[in-house]
């Protein structure tokens, strides 16, 4: 190989990384505030007499 097409390979290759790089960030920021938001609406939702008293039947 040449010096030509190591440089662009090297250069494919960084690219390759940067967009991978980039994409798991946003993968990642978006898992954040989805598990934000599963907080948020589990404590919205919450009944604190939910649970006290069972109902039998025999």
Do not use: T
């Not at 599963?38 to 025999?58: A, F, Y």
């Amino acid at each position: 190989m040449d010096i030509a097409a190591l440089s662009m390979l090297k250069s494919q290759s960084a690219l390759s990384q940067a967009v991978g790089l980039k994409v798991l960030s946003m993968a990642k920021g978006q898992a954040e505030q989805q598990g934000q938001q599963l907080v948020q609406m589990i404590n919205e939702n919450l009944d604190p007499n939910r649970g006290q008293s069972i109902d039998l039947r025999v």
